[in-house]
């Protein structure tokens, strides 16, 4: 199987890392527009192999879209990231001509393949790859839900004082600092809801790091985080090439679920070879409900920012 991964800085090469160390696909291939640098990252990736065992064949081209040829998954992370202080929204003026051009490319190349939009502000840049590209919805997926359940998770590990992997957790609506909506109803320690375990304030304070999640981090780290990114991009990838069905929160358009239609937005969504397999519309409560709609509005005003780069 075969992943392209478009920007190989920060988070795309710390993707085909974590695609690589765990053996998900036999090929990688890293594309970046600066002279040398996705090869730079893949000889180095490559230079792991040995060490880790792994026998992914990890390459890098520069702007070279033939060498991505009859790619199942293309993964998306070029543009520019956010420096502290700023909003990932902030980011639309150069990423959105960079996400369409790199989308129309990708798909000329590899007609067939499933799209991971990474780059930011996500949820909007999926919205334009869609319609840009004019793909079915099933085979344009935003990665955003699945790294801030992961930053979910982590909150109430460290608040419960107890691993995360036996932690369930899940954050739906748009991937942004004020967007978010961590469900804390419906997370579990084990199958026993948080809040046998954590007192209202608690869970708030939890809900609220997790929206700021990214911010902390960039921060803490004068450019947004990779690590976990990349790995988030990988489980997400592993679900579609190895036809796992995991259930992941995923920013896809949505025809209806959730009261909205025409935008891309993160639901639970079934993730296996065809992409996008099944919307799961789960029952949210009022709140939940007015803090999705609230979302969406937001999203949809940030879309509407993409009319030059769509007419
Ligand atoms: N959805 C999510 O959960 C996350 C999204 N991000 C977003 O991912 C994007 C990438 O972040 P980083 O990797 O940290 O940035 P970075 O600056 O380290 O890497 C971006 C790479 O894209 C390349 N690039 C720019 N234009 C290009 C083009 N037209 N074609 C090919 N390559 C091109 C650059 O040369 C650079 O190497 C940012 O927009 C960031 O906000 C980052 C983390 C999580
Ligand atoms: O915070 C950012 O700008 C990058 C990102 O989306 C994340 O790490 O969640």
Not at 65 to 79: C, H, L, P, Q, R
Not at 225 to 234: I, K, L, M, R, T
């Amino acid at each position: 199987m075969k992943v392209t991964i478009v920007g190989a800085g920060n988070v795309g090469a710390s993707c085909a890392d974590s695609i690589s160390y765990r053996g998900i696909a036999s090929e990688v291939v890293l594309l970046d527009i600066r002279e040398g640098f996705a090869e730079g990252k893949a000889m180095d990736i490559m230079q792991c192999a040995t060490n880790t065992g792994f026998n992914t064949n990890v390459s890098g081209v520069t702007n070279d879209y033939s060498k991505t040829a009859n790619s199942d998954v293309v993964v998306i992370t070029s543009g520019i990231p956010r420096k502290p202080g700023m909003t990932r929204e902030e980011l639309i003026g150069i990423n959105a001509g960079i996400v369409k051009t790199v989308a129309e490319n990708v798909l000329a190349h590899s007609p067939n393949c499933i799209v991971v939009v990474v780059s930011n502000p996500m949820d909007t840049m999926t919205y334009l790859a869609l319609k840009a590209t004019g793909l079915p919805k099933n085979r344009i997926i935003g990665m955003g839900g699945a790294l801030d359940s992961s930053r979910f998770r982590y909150y109430l590990s460290k608040a419960l004082d107890r691993p995360s992997n036996d932690i369930s957790a899940m954050v739906i609506g748009g991937h942004g600092d004020t967007t978010m909506i961590p469900l804390t109803r419906l997370a579990a320690y084990n199958g026993i809801p948080v809040s046998e375990f954590l007192s209202q304030e608690e869970l708030e304070k939890v809900a609220a790091a997790t929206m700021v999640g990214g911010a902390t981090l960039t921060g803490l780290l004068g450019t947004s985080a990779w690590y976990a990114p990349g790995a988030s991009v990988a489980y997400l990838v592993d679900s579609i090439l190895n036809d796992q069905k995991k259930m992941i929160a995923c920013s896809v358009m949505l025809d209806g679920e959730y009261g909205q239609s025409d935008i891309c937005i993160g639901v639970p969504c079934i993730i296996g070879k065809n992409g996008i397999e099944q919307i799961v519309d789960i029952k949210l409560n009022d709140a939940e409900k007015a803090a999705f709609a609230k979302s969406a509005e937001a999203v949809r005003s940030m879309n509407a920012d993409l009319k030059t780069v769509l007419a």
